[in-house]
């Protein structure tokens, strides 16, 4: 009987195989090798004899395990029966997580999946039985949860028809999703094809690629740039990741993209502006690693859980800018009794929003100064036209003084002109706001 376990001695047994494979694989390419590299190649099903060429041979490895979940189990365990073999060649399991459907709650949405599918999970359970197979029941746990608690380790070749199988490449194991009939091969004693991945290459990164797909994919264009003078953000962003990454272009490139990843697009954003509402709200990242932690755990459980974490975070991380009063008028600090006396207006916009609920008004509505587009109901206004004079403007610095103006000349009419006007006043007397209060 086959084990199905990952036994301290099946793990032996993979790793001395592992170790005959690679010593062969060692003599034919005579060069280093990466971990990814020696995991796969680890597994060929004939070192001596296999090209390997990256990204162009196609390799035959040897997976140490299968898994399969209950819906694409069915269809495998079928075919597996046309191999009229007694017992699958490697170590297999199937998992019922699938058929479950998240309606209610666990308990009832456990009961309605065994009455809907009690037929289906009767046959996977006896095939399992039939051909030595590990079966785990409907409320065992989800498939690939299962599979990194108790069947992967570090070096294992896993194969298995869910998308999240890579999951136990969080204990070193090489775990990929395939099909159904990819599966069954190898059930059946068959070696899995696969194309050589790329891997153990060392590449530059290429920043104007990156910043074409992660970056700069879908900027806006709504302003409106002088000729020749036209705003490229693909050169711009990739300008910001190769200096970035100047200190570490020796790295891997996945180093870099995380690297980039870290420093462009989260530490460096301290505030979001939302101006479909008019807020201003401050946005913390949770990548900001060691000073965010230590925040985090200083801060008492039951303010974790009633949503003040955001607030003990800024106060740490940003005093000043934590200070600072909202939309309503009251800070984003935790409520204490030392600046009890800021929180004044919550009283008076909470029952606003009470008398708003419980008794709205019945009078008809008329059109008021305070109604339509922002651009509209502000545009009279004397401090608005002090903050949008293009030539003390700093949202200029980035577009030029004459589109600004020609910009705030426009029409005003259509929706997709006001939307952008509301965000240059916003993004203006935000930048206003933070020049006075010292921020770079």
Known sequence: MITIESTPEFVASVYER???????????LARPMGLAEKVLLAHLDDPSNTDIERGKSYVQLRPDRVILQDVLGQTAMLQFMQTRRTQTAVPTS??????????????????????????????????????????????????????????AFPGELMIGTDSHTPMAGGLG????????????????GLPWEVLFPRIGARRPLDARWVASKRLSNNCSYALAFPPGEAFDPTSHFAGIIERTNAEITSTPNTFQMDHVHLRVRLQRWQ????????????????????????????????????????????????????????????????????NLHRFWPVPLHVWKRVRKRFFPARAPVHATPNG????????????VQELLRPSRMKVGELTGEAALTEFLR???????????????????????????????
């Open 94 to 151: 199937i998992h019922c997580d699938h058929l479950i459907q998240a309606r209610v709650e666990g308990e009832s949405d456990l009961r309605e999946s065994l009455a809907e599918n009690r037929e289906v999970y009767d046959f996977l359970r006896t095939a399992a039985a039939k051909y030595g197979v590990g079966f785990w029941g409907p409320g065992a746990g989800i498939i690939h949860q299962v599979a990194l608690e108790n069947y």
């Open 410 to 440: 426009g029409p005003g009419t259509a929706r997709r002109y006001e939307q952008t006007w509301a965000r240059v006043l916003t993004l203006e007397y935000t930048l206003h706001v933070l020049d006075k209060l010292g921020h770079p």
């Open 372 to 383: 339509g587009p922002p651009h509209a109901r502000f545009k009279s206004v004397e401090e």
């Open 271 to 338: 505030g979001r502006i939302a101006s479909s509402t008019d807020q201003l709200w401050p946005c913390l990242s949770q990548f900001m690693l060691r000073p965010v932690l230590d925040t985090v755990f200083q801060i008492r459980e039951w303010d974790r859980r009633h949503s003040s974490l955001s607030r003990h975070m800024l106060v740490d991380l940003d005093p000043l800018f934590a200070s600072y009063p909202m939309e309503h008028g009251y800070p984003p600090l935790p409520l204490s009794w030392n």
């Open 18 to 28: 592992m170790d005959r494979t690679l010593s062969a694989v060692r003599q034919r």
């Open 173 to 188: 194991a090489c775990a990929v999703g395939v099909g159904g009939a990819d599966a069954v091969e190898v059930m059946a």
